[in-house]
Nanobody, 122 residues
Framework: QVQLVESGGGLVQPGGSLRLSCAASGSIFSIYVMGWYRQAPGKQRELVASMTNVGNTNYADSVKGRFTISRDNAKNTVYLQMNSLKPEDTAVYYC????????????????WGQGTPVTVSS
């Protein structure tokens, strides 16, 4: 019914930048929250940043001042601009979205992307 497709991960040197994108498609009525989580090897998945459909944002303390989340509601797309990257930012980054989908009634469901790896290393 709904797919989240991520792009933009890769290998970058410490201090560098990357921009992740995640586009949602399918029978979408409304996207209430879009965000990014990450999971490093041997660690639990954690919230990186999220944004509601009215622009409220939430960031992990570890990325405040370095990462910026933004949305293009017309394109059902969320972005994560990551600057001043550190080796500890290395992880698989997952797009997440809370979406109202068009069924017989509007149903709210939580969706995940397939993940895109980010490696920060010299």
């Amino acid at each position: 019914q709904v797919q989240l497709v991520e792009s933009g991960g890769g290998l970058v040197q410490p201090g560098g930048s990357l921009r992740l994108s995640c586009a949602a498609s399918g029978s979408i009525f409304s996207i209430y929250v879009m965000g990014w989580y990450r999971q490093a090897p041997g660690k639990q998945r954690e919230l990186v940043a999220s944004m509601t459909n009215v622009g409220n944002t939430n960031y992990a303390d570890s990325v405040k001042g370095r990462f910026t989340i933004s949305r293009d509601n017309a394109k059902n797309t969320v972005y994560l601009q990551m600057n001043s990257l550190k080796p500890e930012d290395t992880a698989v980054y997952y797009c997440n979205a809370l979406i109202g989908i068009k069924e017989e009634i509007i149903t709210t469901k939580n969706y995940w992307g397939q993940g895109t790896p980010v490696t920060v290393s010299s």
